[in-house]
């Protein structure tokens, strides 16, 4: 009998890898006898790297960068397949979390740490990059990013702009000779979701800038800036971001990534997943456990849990999904192959006090309720 363990993150509780573990726990108590694979995954956003080092079996490293508002943070990133692809963060480098909420201004906020984290991936010698890259503080196009690859950013009087997104409204030119073109040899595939466009009403500085600090003034301003910035990188690269769905990913970095880096955007769940090898585990399956920490009708669409089940139903595979808590729209899971729920909180309680103890104790709650319904299922 195999089973098959292949939860997101419960997020302020558990990693991906964690919450396989823990659920692997009560499988292995419930039945012995099983034959019980591990595949944290993710779905582009906080995880993705702890997700694919785990399931791939891979390393984790380590290095200094630049932070979204200046000084220094350790970021952490995987290698795995031998060492030939290499797992980022943005979030690591550039993410909100890394500013107190005082001091969030997407004008300022910059890049500049994810393509020193970037850069050192490449010289691990590999050959391709999955990079996610949500939770950003920024709001500058990748502009910080292209600034620590090489690229220089240079105003009508040929000085370099400083560091954030309003710099760019005097941006002139892009110097493009100090880019080690040992970039062109290798893939970047990003891992996002976002289908906003760079510029607009629908664009990275309209929707996602309060969310980082931008007033209404802010908001006019980074948008302005990061449209000078798609005139400058269709003049000087050649290519056009301004409406690429999905440029406006994580500041406008998606646009950057794709003009400095040639960088594709892809769906994240299927990306991560393809990665983690879980097709080939699937197979032979006699259950998926899948779960993450609020399922709701996001789960069924564009999340990982959502996508795994759907690969299972596909395969002829039963699927339990394990939950901290409902949330509307979580029925529509069973179109998706999700053959049976189990919460961890009360029913009627999604966020009420009890749900508060389980998040802080998640994951032996997580291997008991794995274990009960895998008695009942198998």
Same mark, same amino acid.
């Given at each position: 009998?195999?089973?098959?363990?292949?939860?997101?993150?419960?997020?302020?509780?558990?990693?991906?890898?964690?919450?396989?573990?823990a659920?692997?726990?009560?499988?292995?108590?419930?039945?012995?006898?099983?034959?019980?694979?591990?595949?944290?995954?993710?779905?582009?956003?906080? *995880?993705?790297?702890?997700?694919?080092?785990?399931?791939?079996?891979? /390393? #984790?490293?380590?290095?200094?960068?630049?932070?979204?508002?200046?000084?220094?943070?350790?970021? /952490?990133?995987? $290698?795995?397949?031998?060492?030939?692809?290499?797992?980022?963060?943005?979030?690591?480098?550039? *993410?909100? /979390? $890394?500013?107190?909420a005082?001091?969030?201004?997407? +004008?300022?906020t910059?890049?500049?740490?994810?393509? %020193?984290?970037?850069d050192?991936?490449?010289?691990?010698?590999?050959?391709?990059?999955?990079?996610?890259?949500?939770?950003?503080?920024?709001?500058? *196009?990748?502009?910080?990013?292209? &600034?620590?690859?090489? #690229? +220089?950013?240079?105003?009508?009087?040929?000085?370099? $702009?400083?560091?954030?997104?309003?710099?760019?409204?005097?941006?002139?030119?892009?110097?493009?000779?100090?880019?080690?073109?040992?970039?062109?040899?290798?893939?970047?595939?990003?891992?996002?979701?976002? /289908?906003?466009?760079?510029?607009?009403?629908?664009?990275a500085?309209?929707?996602?800038?309060? %969310?980082?600090?931008?007033?209404?003034?802010?908001?006019?301003?980074?948008? &302005?800036?990061?449209?000078?910035?798609?005139?400058v990188?269709?003049?000087?690269?050649?290519?056009?971001?301004?409406?690429?769905?999905?440029a406006?990913a994580a500041?406008?970095a *998606? @646009?950057?990534?794709i003009?400095?880096?040639?960088?594709?955007?892809?769906?994240?769940?299927?990306?991560?997943?393809?990665?983690?090898g879980?097709?080939?585990a699937?197979?032979? @399956?006699?259950?998926?456990?899948?779960?993450?920490?609020?399922?709701? @009708?996001?789960?069924?669409?564009?999340?990982?849990?959502?996508?795994?089940?759907?690969?299972?139903? @596909?395969?002829?595979?039963?699927?339990?999904?394990?939950?901290?808590?409902?949330?509307?729209?979580?029925?529509s899971?069973?179109?998706?192959?999700?053959?049976?729920?189990?919460?961890?909180?009360?029913?009627?309680?999604?966020?009420?006090?009890?749900?508060?103890?389980?998040?802080h104790?998640?994951?032996?709650?997580?291997?008991?309720?794995?274990?009960?319904?895998?008695q009942?299922? $198998?």
């Open positions: 009998m195999k089973v098959v363990v292949a939860p997101n993150s419960f997020k302020g509780s558990l990693s991906a890898s964690q919450a396989a573990a659920i692997a726990r009560g499988v292995r108590e419930a039945r012995p006898e099983a034959d019980v694979v591990e595949i944290p995954v993710a779905d582009g956003g906080e *995880g993705t790297v702890d997700a694919l080092a785990s399931a791939k079996k891979g /390393t #984790y490293l380590s290095v200094e960068v630049e932070g979204p508002l200046g000084g220094s943070v350790r970021a /952490t990133y995987g $290698l795995i397949d031998a060492g030939s692809t290499g797992v980022v963060e943005l979030a690591s480098a550039s *993410g909100l /979390t $890394l500013i107190p005082e001091k969030r201004d997407p +004008r300022k910059s890049t500049y740490g994810f393509g %020193q984290l970037l050192a991936v490449r010289r691990q010698g590999v050959g391709q990059i999955i990079a996610g890259i949500g939770g950003s503080a920024t709001n500058d *196009g990748g502009a910080g990013m292209a &600034q620590a690859l090489g #690229y +220089r950013l240079l105003d009508a009087s040929g000085h370099d $702009l400083s560091r954030g997104g309003a710099a760019l409204a005097r941006l002139d030119r892009i110097d493009t000779s100090g880019f080690d073109p040992a970039w062109r040899s290798i893939s970047v595939m990003v891992a996002s979701d976002v /289908t906003n466009p760079l510029v607009g009403p629908q664009g500085s309209h929707i996602y800038g309060p %969310q980082k600090g931008a007033d209404d003034e802010a908001v006019r301003e980074l948008d &302005q800036a990061l449209a000078r910035l798609a005139e990188i269709e003049r000087d690269l050649k290519k056009k971001v301004a409406d690429i769905p999905g406006g500041g406008g *998606g @646009a950057g990534l003009a400095f880096l040639g960088a594709r955007l892809v769906p994240g769940a299927p990306l991560v997943v393809d990665a983690s879980f097709d080939a699937l197979s032979g @399956a006699s259950l998926l456990i899948t779960g993450e920490g609020r399922v709701d @009708a996001q789960t069924a669409y564009g999340k990982a849990p959502g996508e795994v089940a759907k690969r299972a139903r @596909a395969a002829g595979v039963p699927v339990l999904l394990l939950a901290g808590s409902k949330g509307p729209g979580w029925e899971l069973s179109s998706m192959g999700v053959d049976s729920i189990v919460t961890l909180a009360e029913e009627g309680d999604p966020g009420g006090h009890n749900l508060q103890v389980l998040m104790d998640a994951a032996p709650e997580l291997t008991r309720a794995a274990a009960r319904a895998v009942e299922l $198998l």
